[in-house]
């Protein structure tokens, strides 16, 4: 299983970036994709997480009104919207999956992409 995240970048305060987490590789059964980030000097943290399946999600309750997390199943793509952006929110943002479909033990973890957010 391999999990390529793309769309970071460099974005003014305000802004918005869209992150995309594409899931490819042989596997059985359904699977969750959580996003999480590290940031220098501050320990990783959870971003938000959706089911495969069902399109469930949970999303950190600090982030809820400026972050989404939807799914493309036919692309096997998990997706970040990211709004309203601040210099906090820089950081190395990772997807990673859960084979058993939930969002709990991520048995994969992709290569991160870098958000930077300018004030």
């Known amino acids: 299983v391999q999990l390529q995240a793309s769309g970071g970048g460099l974005v003014q305060a305000g802004g918005s970036l869209r992150l995309s987490c594409a899931v490819s590789?042989?596997?059985?059964?359904?699977?969750?994709i959580g996003w999480f980030r590290k940031a220098p000097g501050k320990v990783r943290g959870g971003v938000a997480c959706i089911r495969m399946r069902d399109g469930t999600t949970d999303v950190a309750y600090s982030l809820k009104e400026r972050f989404d997390i939807s799914r493309d199943n036919s692309k096997n793509t998990v997706f970040l919207q990211m709004n309203n952006l601040s210099p906090e929110d820089t950081a190395v943002y990772y997807c990673?999956?859960?084979?058993?479909?939930?969002?709990?033990?991520?048995?994969?973890w992709g290569q991160g992409t870098q958000v930077t957010v300018s004030s």
């Open positions: 990673a999956a859960d084979l058993d479909g939930n969002c709990a033990g991520y048995d994969y």
């Open positions: 590789g042989s596997f059985d059964g359904d699977y969750g």
